[in-house]
């Protein structure tokens, strides 16, 4: 089984990044500040990733930005947050790892919210909610057989889940595993937005959990299921 290999380079000067996300210093800013939406709980970010292990790695060389989409897997025998991932060549060298930070978004579940929705005297503006973080990290290069390891893993993580699963043959896939350069992401910084109509009365955070499981052009209900989760966290 090949590993999953996908890769996508944006050109341009780097002006901003969906309003949020802008050099400076050297660095990149974090996405738009809604404290009401904030979480610094790195558990919240460790389990935004394992359900959602595609992530987009984003990096500025020579003045370009360059974005990258691949799988990634938590490194559960890390003590901190560090997640493990590959790229396809070139794209190290698109990118141009080294020693400069680097972005990685992971998105969470989402969807449009209707105000048809909401309960009577409530803002009747549509929305979107959302999960997202903002993971930010120096890579690490892994050695070839580091790589190996880490892309077995990898298929071993999403093969578990099938009746019956083809594993990663070392034999085969380490010089298929040549085409890639594996990467370990210690996450540094990272930023967490987790917006479920917190800030609406109890009666439309109802009602949009209800709509969201129901029958139609938006139902979502594993949207719903975060939505659930996240309010009754308070």
Partial sequence: MHPILHRHRILGRM????????????????????????TDDPETVRRLIHENPWGTLISINSGE????????????????????????????????????????????????????????GATRAPTWNFSAAHCYGVPQILEEEENLAVLARLVAHFERQVEEPMLLDLDWGRPVARGTVGLRLPIARFVCKVKMSQDKDPVTQRQVIEALRAP?????????????????QG
């Fill in 216 to 232: 139609g052009p938006f139902q979502n209900p594993q949207l719903a299921d975060d939505m659930q989760r996240t309010l009754s």
């Fill in 65 to 120: 930005l360059v974005a990258s989409h691949y799988p990634v897997l938590l490194d559960e025998d890390a003590d901190g947050l560090e997640v493990l991932t590959h790229v396809g060549r070139p794209d190290e060298v698109n990118h141009g790892f080294g020693d400069r930070e680097v972005l990685l978004i992971i998105q969470g579940r989402n969807g449009y919210v209707s105000p048809s929705w909401y309960a009577p």
């Fill in 15 to 38: 002006i901003n990044l969906d309003q949020s996300c802008r050099k400076a210093n050297g660095r990149m800013r974090a996405m738009r500040h809604n404290p009401h939406h904030a």
